[in-house]
């Protein structure tokens, strides 16, 4: 099945305690982004990768580290996370660049930092 | 540069239309319309590349003007699996290829 896998789905941390949450895509996309989304604001871009060791700012990249050294795997890390990044992260994937394919998108990682 | 969605929330009776509209300041390149059910991941219905251009599958379609600032979202003769938040997302004309903006979402609810 066609399909991007986030991991965990649910993540309560600590103030600084790094931490990464993982998406593989099994669809040989080529593009993959994260976001996140809090009441009211809609989805918010952080980073996207055009391709393999491509990566790139979104609308709000601070706090976060993005890598893709693999096609298929585009992990997020907050190497010092606060209360203020608590939200619903979604990674996303499509064939090439948004500007001409749809997202699918992995069922969400809720994190909670306290 | 967010685009503006309205309304912000709209409620129906099984069988009525409704009509989304999300509007850009800047040209856009293209424009994707999901919809969010409560708990889930966004779903992708359809993405508008050409100004002009109408699109649609089932009872959902949309359309995107000719200047490609505004594109509306339109459910006809609803259905309770309607219900959710529909988001736009527009890829702005000279912008990163890589970066999609979304709007804030409009909460739909259709009643039995």
């Known amino acids: 099945e066609a399909q991007v896998t986030q991991n965990p789905r649910y993540l309560i941390t600590v103030t600084g305690k790094k931490l990464t949450v993982t998406c593989s895509q099994n669809m040989n996309h080529e593009y993959m982004s994260w976001y996140r989304q809090d009441p009211g604001l809609g989805l918010r871009q952080i980073y996207y990768s055009m391709n393999v060791e491509v990566t790139d700012k979104g609308d709000v990249p601070e706090g976060y580290k993005v890598s893709r050294k693999e096609k298929r795997n585009f992990p997020l890390i907050l190497e010092s996370p606060s209360p203020n990044q608590t939200s619903l992260y979604f990674c996303?994937?499509?064939?090439?660049?948004?500007?001409?394919?749809?997202?699918?998108f992995g069922s969400g990682t809720r994190l909670t930092v306290v | 540069q967010q685009p503006v969605q309205s309304p912000q929330a709209v409620i129906l009776r099984e069988g009525e239309d409704a009509v989304i509209n999300c509007s850009s300041s800047?040209?856009?390149?293209?424009v994707h319309w999901y919809r969010q059910k409560h708990g889930e991941a966004p779903v992708f219905l359809m993405i508008?590349?050409?100004?002009?251009e109408q699109k649609g599958h089932d009872k959902i379609s949309a359309s995107f003007n000719e200047k490609k600032q505004q594109s509306s979202l339109y459910l006809t003769a609803s259905q309770l699996s309607y219900s959710g938040t529909y988001f736009c997302?527009?890829?702005?004309?000279?912008?990163?290829?890589?970066?999609?903006?979304f709007g804030k979402g409009t909460k739909l609810s259709v009643k039995p």
């Open positions: 508008l590349l050409k100004g002009g």
């Open positions: 997302g527009t890829a702005i004309y000279g912008g990163s290829q890589g970066n999609l903006i």
């Open positions: 996303a994937s499509s064939l090439k660049g948004p500007y001409n394919y749809g997202y699918t």
């Open positions: 800047k040209a856009l390149y293209s």
